[in-house]
């Protein structure tokens, strides 16, 4: 698993719908808020980065969302994987996922 | 309660991010936690591009576990972080990491050595060539990814130790242009300002750069300042309509490479409308042309200007007239306008003029030593700036800067250095004549029995010349005939044509000085070891000056810990410049270990902050005491570009020449190159992180719809793009955000029929040498419908024993 935590800044008035927008996304998690700022601390628990780049983009379209970017990330568990041979750094195992389209 | 082990992790990364976001934490829960998931954070740089992120990495055992941003950090401001640097760990932790050394032998294959019998081979040639052919034979090839003690020690061995100014490093590629402005204009490389300009400026002018992708974090804040402050005014000037430009109020579209119409023609329209700084330009301006040592009169610049009218300039550039009146506009108007440029400008025929006329319209709105105003030229790599320029690791440079033509300069140096005493050249000094430039440099590679190429053995490190060069295929014979030793991470097209390969430590395994692009210099940390038997490349540095008999020379080749190494090579090198405008003597090692935010230079003593803005007296401590760098500045200048003895900024009469290649009916196309936002130069590392390789795993050219209409192209379908020199085979993407008659090429692919480089023109500027990567003549004719692409293709260490590339 790989655990990032991210800042959220987003238009006050639409917190609530905010909030159940973020509810419905299994992988996210709300830590910490301050809603007169307009700002919530996230952490996102996924398998991979890929899986993480899909929920930044839904977030990037969210147009209640002002601001969303990363602070910090845990890859240790990928680590041990990797350098225990349970995982490995190659190909094989992103043919079938998203790349960006030519168009 | 408890926690577990992931909510514990969960816990501290947020507790982190509420620190970032200014907010009360409620994750104080952090302490109860039974288990240690990471033992130590351990602050240092991103290295994925030259922004200069500041970070920590989170280390347990041997292992980087974790990255986050540092909140105090002044480049990164907050501690945020884009996605190429939270993917770093997979480059240090992925398995084709090279770890024992390589020598070929005789029948082409690359075989593990020790390092005694590596490092005795290169003594052994290097000792042979110096003998036979001169000391200019055997070449030092660096990188603006190596760190400043590094960059220093081998510049220090080559142009002290050897007596050979045969120095040069890929910043060539990428900035020369940009030093070569900044020399010509202003006096002194590197900018005014610093990133804390972009949220106090009114008018942004992005030009030549693809910030979004090329520089996400500077992007972010200047994306986070419109947004705050929409008043404030964003021009982007790029061939290419890219995501950058949707910040921006207006996008002045350019065919590649005729820019220089459209600045000058901005000028004129300031002039024109009088909204130029007339005091500004009285005091601090000195109209000027050719080499810059004639002085003209104010009238001659305007007369100069009188063909650039907004209807010449649509003409030369396809640039529409009312945008550049308004870009004008925007560009004077302002209280503080600040422009940012990056490769766009630089690689180019042109590219010191590009960057002169930048500064002129600095110059005339009075566009520096104010907060938010600056000409601001952005760097590609990390420590391009610090380990490259300020070093002075390139063919004409010495340490701060200076020429080594400049003998009142290479006297001192030489003296510093103790050249006389320690030199196995029997002139006992530095060469006055500059080495060859990179382009150059290359072009004179060879093996013994080519008579007619002089270099005969390069060691390269950090760099992958043999993808990176303009017109590739000249220089990769050359590259596989003469002694080459590459220095590097992971097995490249370079590596596929060494003599030797050695293993390199990557900078979280050694740590080490960065300085980005705003002068800043910042020390990461050690946090593991580097895996096998890969070397800090300071390390290999001094077992070659040992071997050649340098050991004085560089006083810290005996040492055996690569920090105290690093710690005497940076107290050498802040010691050599400390009397230049470029000090960092107070920035010691000592200051660097305990500082979280880096030092920018000038920075004379320890007492000193560092410097947010050059020329500007209160700011800029050379103002202090002038003397002491070798300049006179009157008492009463509150501003003044100390490094010219008028103390003013040049505004250069600078034509609009063609000198880039031309289209022509048989090619007919202009072809631009540049990056894409997962991937970072060649791919050697960006390529081996699986998502960022999915995003974008292979090259691809980019066609305006109406021109792909005309050939009958569709989306996806194969085709070659050929110039007179070479072809890519790629798949197509249509767009509409180009202008008629311009296709893109990214440059990260290594796939033989993708190297963009092959195609490349390799004419370069007259005076930085930089090639003129952004304009190239091609032709396109399809080869067939849309077909699977053989996509994600590394150099293996297999590759590296096959003479061709496939």
């Known amino acids: 698993m790989i655990f990032t935590s991210a800042v959220l800044e987003f238009h006050k008035d639409s917190y609530k719908e905010l909030l159940s927008f973020i509810e419905s996304q299994s992988q996210v998690e709300v830590y910490d808020k301050d809603i007169d700022a307009g700002k919530l601390v996230l952490v996102i628990s996924t398998e991979d980065d890929a899986e993480l780049e899909v929920i930044q983009k839904t977030f990037h379209a969210n147009k209640l969302v002002i601001d969303f970017t990363y602070h910090a990330i845990h890859f240790g568990e990928s680590v041990d994987k990797l350098i225990d041979g349970e995982i490995k750094i190659d190909f094989e195992d992103i043919n079938n996922k998203k790349k960006n389209k030519l168009q | ?806």
């Open chain 2, 1 to 806: 309660m408890e926690m577990s082990r992931r909510n514990f992790i969960k816990s501290t990364l947020a507790a982190s991010a509420a620190v970032a976001a200014g907010i009360s934490t409620t994750s104080n829960a952090v302490a109860q936690s039974q288990e240690v998931v990471i033992e130590r954070w351990v602050k240092g740089v991103c290295r994925l591009c030259g922004t200069g992120c500041s970070v920590y990495v989170g280390v347990k055992g041997d292992r980087l576990v974790a990255m986050k941003g540092n909140v105090e950090s002044m480049t990164n401001t907050r501690g945020y972080l884009c996605v190429k640097g939270m993917n770093i760990w997979k480059v240090a932790h992925h398995p084709d990491r090279l770890t024992k050394p390589l020598i070929r032998d005789g029948k082409g294959v690359l075989r593990p050595a020790s390092w005694d019998q590596a490092l005795t081979l290169i003594e052994k040639k290097f000792k042979q060539f110096h003998k036979k052919y001169g000391y200019d034979s055997v070449a030092y090839y660096g990188s603006g990814q190596c760190t400043t003690e590094e960059s220093y020690t081998f510049n220090k061995l080559w142009k002290g130790g050897f007596g050979s100014n045969m120095v040069d490093g890929n910043p060539r590629l990428c900035m020369a242009s940009a030093v070569a402005g900044y020399m010509s204009s202003l006096g002194s490389d590197e900018p005014a300002g610093a990133y804390a300009d972009i949220e106090k400026s009114e008018t942004i002018f992005l030009v030549g750069s693809n910030l979004s992708e090329a520089h996400p974090i500077l992007f972010r804040r200047v994306a986070r300042h419109k947004k705050d402050n929409p008043n404030v005014k964003i021009i982007v000037c790029e061939p290419r309509k890219t995501l950058t430009s949707a910040v921006a109020d207006l996008w002045m579209p350019s065919l590649p490479g005729t820019d220089l119409a459209i600045f000058n023609g901005m000028a004129r329209e300031i002039i024109k409308n009088n909204w130029h700084d007339k005091e500004y330009v009285k005091t601090l301006g000195r109209v000027t042309i050719g080499d810059g040592s004639k002085e003209l009169a104010w009238a001659d610049y305007v007369k100069h200007l009188e063909k650039y009218t907004p209807q010449y300039v649509e003409k030369k550039t396809g640039c529409p007239a009312a945008d550049v009146k308004a870009a004008a506009k925007m560009f004077a108007k302002s209280k503080a306008t600040l422009s940012m440029w990056c490769m766009g400008l630089n690689q180019r025929a042109n590219g010191v003029w590009a960057n002169n006329l930048i500064h002129n319209l600095h110059i005339i709105t009075g566009n520096y030593g104010k907060p938010g105003a600056d000409a601001f030229s952005l760097t590609g790599q990390p420590n391009a700036c610090g380990g490259v320029r300020e070093t002075g690791s390139l063919a004409h440079l010495l340490p701060g800067a200076k020429p080594v033509a400049n003998k009142k300069w290479r006297t001192f140096v030489e003296g510093y250095w103790g050249v006389a005493k320690h030199s196995i050249n029997p002139s006992k000094a530095i060469n006055p004549k500059p080495g060859m430039h990179a382009v150059k440099l290359f072009s004179s590679l060879g093996g013994e029995k080519d008579k007619t190429k002089p270099v005969k053995a390069v060691i390269m490190s950090t760099t992958n010349p043999a993808q990176t060069l303009p017109n590739v295929n000249k220089f990769i014979g050359g590259m596989q005939d003469a002694f080459t030793v590459v220095i590097d991470i992971f097995p490249t097209r370079t590596a596929q044509c060494a003599s030797v390969v050695l293993p390199a430590a990557f900078i979280y395994e050694k740590g080490g000085v960065f300085g980005c692009s705003e002068r800043r210099s910042f020390l990461t940390d050690k946090a593991v070891n580097a895996p096998g038997e890969a070397k800090a490349d300071i390390w290999i540095a001094a077992q070659i000056a040992k071997r050649m008999g340098l050991t004085k020379l560089i006083g810290w080749a005996n040492e055996t810990s690569i920090d105290r190494m690093n710690e005497l090579a940076w107290n050498d090198y802040i010691g050599c410049t400390a009397n230049t405008e470029k000090t960092l003597k107070g920035a010691t090692y000592k200051r660097l270990k305990k500082s979280t935010v880096g030092v920018q230079w000038p920075c004379p003593d320890e007492k000193n902050p560092g410097t947010y803005k050059r020329y500007v007296r209160g700011m800029d401590p050379i103002f202090d005491n002038p003397k002491r760098y070798g300049y006179t500045i009157p008492a009463d200048a509150k501003e003044f570009f100390y490094a010219r003895p008028h103390g003013k900024a040049n505004i250069f009469l600078r034509d609009d020449p063609d000198n880039s290649e031309q289209t022509s009916p048989a090619y007919p196309f202009i072809m631009t190159t540049g990056r894409v936002l997962e991937q970072w130069h060649t791919g050697s590392m960006t390529m081996r992180i699986p998502e960022t390789a999915a995003a974008h795993p292979h090259s691809f050219v980019e066609i305006n719809e109406k021109d792909a209409n005309r050939l009958k192209i569709k989306n996806g379908d194969i085709v070659k793009v050929e110039s007179v020199r070479g072809y890519n085979i790629l798949p197509v993407k249509i767009v509409n955000n180009t202008l008629e008659g311009v296709i893109f090429v990214p440059m990260h692919d290594q796939k033989a029929d993708r190297m963009v480089n092959f195609i490349c023109s390799d004419i370069v500027d007259p005076k930085s040498a930089e090639p003129d990567y952004k304009v190239s003549a091609v032709k396109i004719t399809k080869v067939s419908g849309p077909k699977k692409i053989d996509g994600r293709y590394l150099v293996s260490r297999q590759e590296m024993n096959k003479k061709t590339f496939s």
